[in-house]
């Protein structure tokens, strides 16, 4: 199955930039990379996603290194209501999407 | 509905006991998924449903876990003769189908096993 590795968990100072590495080495050419978070008692977000550019919206931005290895997810401004588990998955050949463990991110004021 | 919907949020049952978890999806995704999460633990993949193929059935940890979905909408997960362990959030998401869409997730449903 499609496998990411990310550090367990991570802090952060409010207001300061988040950023959160995962690596996807077996990652096809055509998969893109997904990341979602979890707020402590709700379903998975979605938050961003991409396959070989770099991509921004509104909630973050993800930077994919040019051989799609890996990628990092930031958050530029982190706020205390970041604090959740953050989780980056790419589609495996079953068209399905395995998670794994995350990286619990703590925002600290 | 605006978003995906799961019932009930809570339910607590006794240890042999069979429970149904109920998901509806958001309009027109053809593609709909359960995971399964422990306290603690990442999300669980159970089983992937995609418009009117087999559904991928490979992560169902046993035969007392089953699901359907009628009518390509609504989809149901079956838990029979409950044990302690089955003791978990619940999650359903669905998704457009077109491959590589983003998931939408429901809020889950609490399974407690007494």
């Known amino acids: 199955d499609a496998k990411t590795t990310q550090p367990t968990s991570m802090d952060c100072a409010e207001g300061r930039a988040a950023n959160l590495p995962c690596n996807h080495s077996t990652i096809s050419g055509n998969e893109y990379v997904y990341w979602y978070r979890q707020i402590h008692s709700q379903g998975p977000q979605y938050i961003i996603h991409?396959?070989?550019n770099n991509e921004t919206n509104e909630m973050a931005s993800l930077i994919i290194t040019e051989d799609r290895k890996s990628s990092t997810l930031i958050l530029p401004h982190a706020t205390l209501r970041d604090t959740a588990v953050y989780y980056c998955?790419?589609?495996?050949?079953?068209?399905?999407?395995?998670f794994g463990q995350g990286t619990e991110l703590s925002v600290k004021p | 509905g605006a978003g995906v919907s799961q019932s009930p949020s809570n339910k607590v049952t006794e240890k042999g006991k069979d429970v149904e978890l109920r998901c509806d999806p958001i309009s027109g995704h053809t593609a709909l998924y359960w995971y399964r999460q422990s306290l603690g633990q990442g999300l669980e993949f159970l089983i992937y449903?995609?418009?009117?193929?087999?559904?991928?059935k490979s992560g169902l940890p046993s035969d007392r876990f089953s699901a359907e979905r009628t009518g390509g909408s609504v989809s149901t997960l079956t838990i029979q003769r409950t044990q302690q362990e089955d003791s978990a959030v619940y999650l359903c998401?669905?998704?457009?189908?077109?491959?590589?869409?983003?998931?939408?997730f429901g809020s889950g449903t609490q399974l407690s096993v007494l």
């Open positions: 991409g396959l070989k």
């Open positions: 998401a669905s998704s457009q189908g077109v491959s590589s869409e983003k998931l939408f």
């Open positions: 998955v790419f589609y495996n050949q079953g068209g399905k999407l395995i």
């Open positions: 449903f995609q418009g009117n193929s087999a559904p991928d």
